[in-house]
């Protein structure tokens, strides 16, 4: 079959923007070191309070080329409809197949948006499913990751560890900055939302200047996986990063 070469991370996002909002440190560190990344969008988030579908593709395609993502693709589900169905759940397993990831990246099932929890569970059915031959996936042959990471939204579960992202801290807030009709920062009168509120970006800095401060740095994500993560030099691990005592 004619598919694309094989990527190292394959993230799931409900809408246009989870990804760069939740994850974007990691996804930079990752392209940083050469990683071929994509970025999978369920929805076009015609729903959002804020802003278009026409504004949300101009401001994704923004943030893909910052990302220098390898692929993007938007499976045209409906905002706000989403759920763990077989027809939902088959192009995910599609796309899992379609680029051979070792890494699938999703939102985590404990989140406030129903969308974010249902496409959690999308992701988790057809991160399995895409590795039994015989189930949907538009016909395409089986395929195994090597895991399955979950980053946060709005809650923030017991993480089974976080990445430094300090360096890559001022391009993060650029790339959350590519949403500027989400964010309130398009000059456009709309209404006040969560991510539109004055004080938003200081509440991200500080969300992610704690989980920098657990672990002696300025900046970390946190994220969840189901599994053990193995650690082959510990003593790198737990080094003591920056100005911290831990």
């Known amino acids: 079959m004619d598919l694309p070469e094989p990527v190292d991370v394959l993230a799931f996002a409900p809408h246009p923007d989870d990804v760069e909002l939740c994850a974007g440190g990691l996804m930079l560190r990752l392209g940083d070191d050469g990683r071929r990344l994509v970025v ?6 015609e729903a959002s309070s804020r802003g278009t579908p026409a504004s949300r593709a101009e401001e994704t395609e923004a943030a893909t080329r910052l990302m220098g993502l390898v692929g993007r693709e938007n499976l045209g589900l409906p905002d706000t409809g989403l759920e763990p169905t077989a027809a939902m759940t088959e192009p995910v397993t599609a796309a899992i197949r379609r680029w051979r990831p070792r890494v699938v990246l999703g939102p985590c099932r404990e989140d406030l948006h129903p969308d974010h929890v249902a496409a959690a569970h999308i992701v988790q059915r057809a991160y399995y499913l895409a590795t039994i031959g015989r189930a949907p996936g538009d016909g395409l042959p089986a395929h195994r990751p090597d895991a399955l990471l979950e980053y946060y939204g709005h809650k923030e579960p017991n993480p089974s560890f976080v990445v430094d992202v300090s360096d890559v801290w001022k391009r993060r807030l650029d790339l959350a900055g590519c949403y500027a ?35 002696g740095t300025r900046y970390a994500e946190p994220y969840r996986t189901d599994r053990l993560v193995p650690i082959d030099d510990p003593v790198e691990a737990f080094r003591k990063r920056g100005w911290a005592v831990l």
């Open 40 to 45: 999978v969008e369920f929805t076009r988030g």
């Open 181 to 215: 009709s989400q964010l309130g920062l398009d000059g456009l009168e709309g209404p006040t939302t969560n991510i539109a509120s004055p004080d938003f970006m200081r509440r991200l800095e500080a969300r992610y200047a704690y989980w920098g401060a657990r672990i």
